[in-house]
């Protein structure tokens, strides 16, 4: 997948000039790859993700009356509402649901009781959408940041992570975790972010791909994920369920969520679960334990566990959490087997997207060929492949 020219960022304020005029502000913020930890976040738990060279970039500037006007270089579509009067814009409705994401931002912020004017915004992005790479969150986080910028609000990038997640909870409706919008506002070049979603600290821990003549390479299915939210939403539920129940069955008050569940405890009492219940609960333990274990060995140099523990983490994903699709597990099953692959994993929230794969730099040319053409084989679909950098977070340009 070549990398569209130009940068998004140049994109939005180029556009910006021309739909609306100089812009005052600029920002960008990335998407991301989880490296492991799934479905922990929601649950208090590890996650391990790094900021792409993909990402979403806004051009702003203020006006002076209570108007928003948008114009999404993307689309290449205008929208507009008044700061006093607006909604969410309903789901299947003709108009732009990107606009969703802007409204959802500014009612977080107004909520917050920052008191905004009126601005004109152009936006432009070349993280795949659908894809699991959070071009959700990077969208949130780049106009936030942006708007952080423009009315001078004082947040902090974790605050601003913070009150993404809630637009994306509140406005648009996911009950997502705190994973994408965090690393996509404090990512660090050439390293991944591990990320207690409890206390919200966070450990850059470098990646030395070079040094370690490694690569992460991102297979896209091309499948996108279709009724995802409901999905999403559903499997959080189905781990709330799980922390009453064995909240109940270890007679522990404590148990907040499935983080504060160790493995001893669970298998102790896991046979009184309901078997999807079990399940899920299953891959949220184990998938935390993984992250910790994944971290230790990267920072001892130990790739090759590091891949096993990815790979052990796509078959949870598929058997107990359930969120992996055929194609996935075709991409990540044709990959584990190719000559100079450490690991390999469906990433994100699943039903469509990508796997993230570990693989030697000097394999890369033969793992393409393979796997593509295998997997063309055997779904009749094209994959496409790329290899991505680990990206500094968001940042504003004057
Ligand atoms: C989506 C959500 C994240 C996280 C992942 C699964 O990307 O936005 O908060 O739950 O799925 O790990």
């Not at 990267?298 to 992996?324: C, I, P, T, Y």
Request: proline share 4%; glycine share 8%.
């Amino acid at each position: 997948m070549p990398h569209p020219k130009p940068r998004p960022i140049e994109a939005a304020q180029e556009a910006c000039r021309r739909e609306f005029g100089s812009p005052e502000i600029r920002a960008q913020a990335p998407g991301r790859v989880n490296l492991i930890g799934e479905h922990t976040d929601y649950n208090d738990g590890f996650v391990f993700p790094a900021a792409i060279d993909r990402e979403v970039g806004v051009a702003m500037r203020r006006r002076t009356d209570r108007l928003v006007r948008l114009y999404s270089e993307t689309y290449r579509r205008h929208d507009e509402f008044d700061l006093d009067a607006f909604a969410r814009i309903p789901p299947g409705s003709d108009a732009s649901t990107w606009g969703n994401y802007v409204r959802g931002v500014v009612r977080v912020l107004l909520d917050a009781g920052h008191p905004l004017l009126g601005f004109e915004a152009a936006i432009s992005g070349n993280v795949p959408e659908g894809a699991g790479l959070s071009s959700s969150a990077a969208f949130e986080v780049a106009m936030l940041t942006a708007l952080n910028a423009l009315f001078d609000l004082g947040r902090s990038a974790k605050e601003l992570a913070l009150l993404g997640q809630r637009a994306e909870n509140e406005f648009v409706g996911v009950a997502c975790g705190i994973m994408d919008q965090l690393i996509s506002a404090l990512g660090r070049r050439d390293h991944a972010l591990l990320i207690d979603c409890r206390s919200l600290e966070t450990r850059p821990v470098p990646l030395r791909l070079k040094e370690r003549g490694l690569a992460i390479a991102i297979l896209d299915s091309g499948m996108r994920r279709g009724l995802v939210d409901s999905k999403f939403n559903a499997r959080r539920a189905e781990c709330e369920d799980a922390v009453r129940r064995l909240k109940q069955l270890l007679g522990r008050d404590a148990i907040r969520a499935l983080r504060d569940v160790t493995p001893l405890e669970f298998n102790a009492v896991a046979r009184e679960l309901p078997d999807d219940i079990r399940a899920r609960a299953r891959h949220v333990i184990s998938e935390n334990e993984r992250v910790i274990r994944g971290v230790e060995a990267l920072e001892e140099g130990n790739l090759a566990v590091f891949g096993k523990l990815m790979n052990q983490s796509h078959q949870s994903l598929k058997n107990d959490f359930n969120v992996s699709i055929p194609q996935l597990d075709l991409l990540a099953s044709l990959a584990q087997k190719a000559p100079g692959v450490l690991g390999a994993r469906m990433t994100g929230a699943g039903f469509g997207g990508c796997t993230v794969n570990l693989v030697e730099v000097g394999s890369l040319a033969t793992f393409r060929d393979t796997v593509l053409n295998a997997y063309r084989e055997r779904s009749g679909r094209e994959a496409t492949l790329w290899v991505c950098e680990a990206a500094d977070g968001a940042s504003t340009l004057a």
